[in-house]
């Protein structure tokens, strides 16, 4: 069974992929491992986790990733939105879709860790992109049907929940807490994004499916 290192940028993304994508790739013949990306380390030897603050890190920690030469491959879930000014290619964005742009960084991205093992992907425009799928199969979780109704009005704005955006006061997370300010990403974020399932996901956001399915080929 292939070994699959995935570097992933918090707490959230390690729920998902433990209790979501892993189990499902399983069934593909995929193995998947999980480790968070560490911000900085300090004196005593331990360190922060979760964030990203500097490319430099993060290319750290996926160089050492690659050094286990029995994983298949290795890849990366982070939010799009958010990226320091110093990831690759970052300052030179083209002026198309959301696709086009991801799609650009990762390029840059692939081509800065140089290897034929390393396939990145980043998440438009968050994780929370997945919460606006389809929040009434989620409603439990939020407890409120007004606040379900609200996150399926802002959904029905966008052809893809992938196409809500990079605005500081806009972004999925910062929509989420306008309507449900309880909103905690590690807890609430996995949990919707279970109760929706995968099958949903991948039907309304194309980046993720592309993704998954380059994984699942393994």
Same mark, same amino acid.
């Given at each position: 069974?292939?070994?699959?290192?995935?570097?992933?940028?918090?707490?959230?993304?390690e729920?998902?992929?433990?209790?979501?994508?892993?189990?499902?790739?399983?069934?593909?013949?995929?193995?998947?491992?999980?480790?968070?990306?560490?911000?900085?380390?300090?004196?005593?030897?331990g360190?922060?986790?979760?964030?990203?603050?500097?490319?430099?890190?993060v290319?750290?920690?996926i160089?050492?990733?690659?050094?286990?030469?029995?994983?298949?491959?290795?890849?990366?879930?982070?939010?799009?939105?958010?990226? @320091? &000014?110093?990831? /690759?290619?970052?300052?030179?964005?083209?002026?198309?879709?959301? !696709? $086009?742009?991801?799609? #650009?960084?990762?390029?840059?991205?692939?081509?800065?860790?140089?290897?034929?093992?390393?396939?990145?992907?980043?998440?438009?425009?968050?994780?929370?992109?997945?919460?606006?799928?389809?929040?009434?199969?989620?409603?439990?979780?939020?407890?409120?049907?007004?606040?379900?109704?609200?996150?399926?009005?802002?959904?029905?704005?966008?052809?893809?929940?992938?196409?809500?955006?990079?605005? @500081? &006061?806009?972004? /999925?997370?910062?929509?989420?807490?306008?309507?449900?300010?309880? !909103? $905690?990403?590690?807890? #609430?974020?996995?949990?919707?994004?279970?109760?929706?399932?995968?099958?949903?996901?991948?039907?309304?956001?194309?980046?993720?499916?592309?993704?998954?399915?380059?994984?699942?080929?393994?």
């Amino acid at each position: 069974m292939p070994r699959v290192l995935i570097l992933v940028e918090g707490q959230t993304e390690e729920v998902f992929v433990r209790g979501v994508l892993a189990p499902h790739l399983v069934t593909r013949g995929v193995h998947l491992h999980t480790t968070i990306v560490a911000t900085r380390r300090v004196h005593s030897g331990g360190h922060f986790k979760g964030g990203i603050t500097r490319y430099e890190r993060v290319a750290s920690d996926i160089r050492k990733l690659l050094g286990d030469t029995d994983a298949k491959l290795v890849t990366t879930m982070f939010d799009f939105y958010g990226l @320091p &000014d110093d990831f /690759p290619g970052q300052a030179s964005k083209p002026p198309g879709t959301c !696709y $086009q742009r991801v799609a #650009h960084v990762e390029d840059a991205f692939r081509a800065s860790i140089g290897n034929t093992r390393f396939e990145p992907y980043l998440a438009l425009h968050e994780f929370e992109a997945m919460v606006f799928v389809d929040p009434r199969r989620a409603e439990w979780v939020f407890a409120n049907a007004a606040v379900v109704t609200g996150l399926e009005q802002i959904g029905t704005g966008f052809s893809s929940p992938e196409e809500i955006d990079e605005g @500081p &006061d806009t972004a /999925p997370s910062k929509r989420i807490r306008g309507l449900f300010p309880g !909103y $905690q990403k590690p807890f #609430h974020g996995p949990m919707v994004a279970e109760a929706i399932g995968l099958d949903k996901v991948r039907a309304r956001c194309p980046h993720f499916d592309e993704w998954l399915a380059k994984l699942e080929m393994l």
